[in-house]
């Protein structure tokens, strides 16, 4: 376990420096929408995955979809350029993800939550299912507050909430790698390892916007 957080590390510090040249590159992001799904592809499907694979990547979705969502915010509610451009990046990679998870679900024929997603679906022992938030993500209160503001006021918010989000999406990375059995397979793992890196490299870019202010 040890050595796998010390590559998850060093993948995270890779992402920095990536991101922070195509950050210095790239003066715009095109928008793109969100891609339709394939038919399942049972054939391609990588083995091993467990119990905790697929609950990790059903939470996932609907922590992605609330970043799409307060990221779709921006045009309108953003003050700063770089905010503007950040949030742009984030919903190609967001999206491009949720695409990835749900296609891995319907592959091995599990629940696959709505791309849109607000909360995620957990059944308890006995069937009764619940919706939840999971780390990291904003209620409802906090999204319309957020959804309210403007200008300077809005970056603050949004800078301070993604963090906090981008910190709950990690910690289910960290659980998923503490889970018995779990992330086995390549595609799971370099998955888990991918938003372990990008996250905590968006952290660091966040917290040095959120510091500027």
Request: proline share 6%; charged share 25%; aromatic share 6%.
């Amino acid at each position: 376990m040890k050595s796998l957080f010390l590559r998850l590390g060093a993948a995270a510090v890779a992402a920095l420096l990536s991101g922070a040249s195509v950050a210095g590159a790239q003066d715009t992001a095109p928008q793109t929408s969100p891609p339709k799904d394939p038919k399942p592809r049972p054939e391609l499907v990588a083995f091993p995955y467990n119990k905790a694979d697929v609950e990790f990547m059903q939470g996932m979705i609907p922590h992605h979809a609330q970043a799409v969502k307060m990221c779709t915010m921006a045009p309108t509610h953003a003050g700063k350029r770089e905010v503007k451009l950040m949030c742009e990046r984030m919903l190609i990679s967001q999206r491009d993800e949720i695409h990835m998870m749900r296609v891995w679900l319907i592959d091995r024929a599990q629940y696959v939550p709505p791309a849109d997603a607000t909360h995620h679906k957990m059944t308890m022992p006995g069937g009764m299912a619940h919706d939840m938030l999971m780390p990291g993500m904003l209620s409802d209160e906090e999204m319309a507050k957020l959804d309210k503001a403007r200008g300077a006021d809005w970056d603050r918010m949004f800078l301070t909430a993604m963090i906090k989000h981008h910190q709950g999406a990690i910690k289910m990375v960290e659980d998923l790698l503490a889970a018995n059995g779990a992330a086995q397979g390549d595609d799971i793992y370099a998955f888990a390892s991918d938003v372990f890196a990008d996250q905590t490299a968006e952290i660091e870019r966040m917290q040095k916007l959120l510091d500027a202010k």
